[in-house]
């Protein structure tokens, strides 16, 4: 029994073309026409802007000149990755926890043209057992805007954490949910559909003018949170990739020192992100031991194996 983050059709329901492109850190120009997008194809790279074709509404691509091919987002995964089908899937569901939960293949469109910004507050309670156990204190909580929602909707049985654009604007929520069932179909966070997460770098409203000794990057705003109780500025990827947005801004800040999951994904990623900004910026790496994230480790710890790198 496959389980059910796991499952293919669920999987292609879930991640679009875009968004494995994305991952990838496919830049090349993409021009809508209807419901299909055209550009250079980006498996066998050639140049010709009307190679590759994707299908928004049916989330399908294909190559019609040199890979002559075509299928959907498993098929592009084990083509630009080389992966087997079990690595397909742990891929794509790593990229289904990031995407818009309320998204389906029959809505999808480009990302950023359909997001409206969400700028009520939210009353959370900022008091809860979950956020004691991450060590996070209320007042840290309440200075982050975060807690645990109550109403219904899209946030239910969620830890909601505010979220701004790079100016500090409120843009909306994301959710932490708690609910083991449906962590187990969606992932751990849901986010606003449509959200421009790529344009997003949780946190750097906050640090951009006390950056100057350097910045920590972690994969979670509960790392982020822990890491300012002991006035260390971070910044969190919102998961494992490293947009373009997020490689402007990080590139020119100095050193840059990455603390994602101690997990395999955390440590693939680790090794992509660092050979990304090493070009441009000083880059230290922090492992920490298999299955710890940078929020189960104590004050003592955390404060010991960031101060060397920032101060
Ligand atoms: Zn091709």
Request: glycine residues 8%; contains cysteine; aromatic residues 8%.
């Amino acid at each position: 029994m496959i389980p059910a983050h796991l499952n293919f059709a669920h999987l292609k329901r879930c991640v679009s073309i875009l968004t494995v492109l994305e991952a990838k850190g496919v830049t090349t120009p993409l021009t809508k026409r209807g419901d299909q997008l055209f550009g250079p194809c980006p498996l066998h790279g050639g140049d010709n802007p009307n190679a590759f074709v994707i299908s928004l509404s049916k989330n399908l691509w294909r190559c019609f000149t040199g890979c002559d091919a075509g299928g959907d987002v498993v098929e592009l995964v084990r083509r630009l990755y080389g992966k087997n089908y079990r690595q397909t899937a742990a891929f794509l569901a790593t990229l289904a926890a990031t995407e818009p939960t309320s998204q389906t293949a029959s809505s999808l469109q480009p990302l950023k043209k359909s997001f409206r910004p969400f700028t009520a507050r939210l009353h959370l309670n900022a008091s809860v057992p979950w956020l004691r156990q991450k060590r996070i204190t209320p007042t840290t909580a309440r200075r982050f805007e975060v807690g645990a929602y109550q109403g219904g909707g899209f946030l239910k049985e969620c830890i909601a954490v505010r979220l701004h654009d790079l100016d500090g604007h409120p843009i909306g929520y994301a959710g932490r949910c708690l609910d083991t069932n449906q962590v187990k179909q969606y992932g751990k966070w849901k986010f606003p559909p449509g959200l421009p997460k790529n344009k997003i770098l949780y946190n750097f409203h906050r640090i951009k003018s006390w950056h100057r000794k350097g910045v920590l990057v972690v994969e979670c705003p509960w790392g982020v949170m822990r890491l300012a109780q002991l006035n260390i500025p971070a910044v969190a990827l919102l998961g494992i990739h490293l947009s373009a947005v997020q490689n402007d801004l990080l590139e020119k800040i100095s050193p840059v020192v990455l603390m994602l999951d101690g997990d395999r994904a955390g440590q693939e990623a680790t090794v992509r992100i660092r050979s990304a900004l090493e070009p441009y910026t000083k880059v230290y790496t922090i492992t920490l031991p298999s299955g710890l994230d940078p929020d189960d480790l104590s004050d003592e710890a955390l404060s010991s194996v960031t101060r060397h790198f920032l101060f």
